[in-house]
């Protein structure tokens, strides 16, 4: 296991029993190099959303946590969050909430000379994701899907 992941790990693990404590969902946790600095990214939500002061309680217990293991080699910016409109799909319960929803899906590389497709989620398995667009089944392998995330019209 990279040490990136290993991070996200022991911090996922810290913060699922908080979230079950206040009744929010962990969305994600993220170790990820921006422009030279170390971003440590916890994502959180819960039943009609996630307010600031929600993210200011995670966010100081998890900073104290946090120094108080000190297993974090790097220096690093510390964010709580909502996911956000486009949250991108990345487990199980976040295909399974999303069955039957309009879904962007970004590719690496072109497929049928398009890298973008929107469409009902129909089907998701550990190695697909199918989707219906304009009443056609189309199916990705994972590995050839950048992102995959909730489409929202404004």
Do not use: H
């Amino acid at each position: 296991m990279a040490k990136r992941e290993a991070y996200e790990s022991k911090v996922e693990n810290y913060l699922l029993p908080m979230m079950e404590e206040y009744g929010f969902e962990l969305v994600d946790v993220e170790y990820v190099k921006e422009a030279g600095t170390w971003y440590l990214r916890a994502y959180i939500d819960k039943e009609g959303g996630i307010s600031v002061d929600d993210c200011e309680v995670v966010s100081r217990r998890l900073s104290d946590w946090l120094d108080k293991e000190d297993f974090i080699e790097e220096s690093y910016i510390l964010e709580v969050s909502s996911p956000g409109l486009g949250r991108p799909l990345k487990k199980e319960k976040d295909f399974v909430r999303s069955l039957g929803k309009d879904v962007e899906i970004r590719l690496y590389r072109a497929k049928d000379k398009r890298k973008e497709f929107t469409g009902a989620l129909k089907a998701f398995d550990r190695d697909t994701v199918t989707i219906e667009e304009d009443g056609k089944e189309i199916t990705f392998e994972r590995p050839e899907i950048a992102l995959i995330r909730l489409a929202f019209d404004f």
